[in-house]
T-cell receptor, first 116, second 109 residues
Framework: DADVTQTPRNRITKTGKRIMLECSQT?????MYWYRQDPGLGLRLIYY???????NKGEISDGYSVSRQAQAKFSLSLESAIPNQTALYFC???????????????FGPGTRLLVL | KNEVEQSPQNLTAQEGEFITINCSYS?????LHWLQQHPGGGIVSLFM???GKKKHGRLIATINIQEKHSSLHITASHPRDSAVYIC???????????FGKGTLLTVNP
């Protein structure tokens, strides 16, 4: 089984709808991240969480919110979806280094979101 | 100017060729990451390095901290190496990554 899973894998929604993307991990990592990927722009950080009680905005958080329900679960919500939120969304985790200076990130398979 | 720049954007090679992808960054880093994104979209981490060189199979990553430059080399390239290769800079101790835009590598048989 995959260590980092995302649901749904594909989603089509309409402008103005609220949707939630979910991420679960079995790696026991404290740190979790949400990214979006757009053609020609690369990956950009939306939100990140260093533990259940610590949630931080990334570089493009406007229009998004998150919830860290447990160490293993980190959800991303689009409160009112708009077409320019059409993108590929990735969840990632890192940890297990005892707070070392750098950590490998492990990515989920991604969610393709289309907002009409 | 982006903090992390990759070159080339696109690279086409014949099977067996030696491949080099370059990454330059403009900020101080705690580590430089190389990732591979498969055609189906999945992303895997290849290397994380803060100095010197690392090797895994046919893949070699090097970094020059003074010049703020890293390279990813693929020896004896194979069509299955076709993917997007992404470098990312990890700054300070906050584990956040700043990504380059990626290099699309196509290896033809």
């Amino acid at each position: 089984d995959a260590d980092v899973t995302q649901t749904p894998r594909n989603r089509i929604t309409k402008t103005g709808k609220r949707i939630m993307l979910e991420c679960s991990q079995t790696k026991g990592h404290d740190r979790m991240y949400w990214y979006r990927q757009d053609p020609g722009l690369g990956l950009r950080l939306i939100y990140y969480s260093f533990d259940v009680k610590d949630i931080n905005k990334g570089e493009i958080s406007d229009g998004y919110s998150v919830s860290r329900q447990a160490q293993a679960k980190f959800s991303l919500s689009l409160e009112s979806a708009i077409p320019n939120q059409t993108a590929l969304y990735f969840c990632a985790t890192s940890g297990g280094t005892g707070g070392g200076p750098a950590e490998t990130q492990y990515f989920g398979p991604g969610t393709r979101l289309l907002v009409l | 100017k982006n903090e992390v720049e990759q070159s080339p954007q696109n690279l086409t090679a014949q099977e067996g060729e030696f491949i080099t992808i370059n990454c330059s960054y403009s900020v101080g880093i705690s580590a430089l990451h190389w990732l591979q994104q498969h055609p189906g979209g999945g992303i895997v981490s290849l290397f994380m390095l803060s100095s010197g060189k690392k090797k895994h199979g046919r893949l070699i990553a090097t970094i020059n901290i003074q010049e703020k430059h890293s390279s990813l080399h693929i020896t004896a390239s194979h069509p299955r190496d076709s993917a997007v290769y992404i470098c990312a800079a990890e700054r300070g101790s906050n584990y956040k990554l700043t990504f380059g835009k990626g290099t699309l590598l196509t290896v033809n048989p």
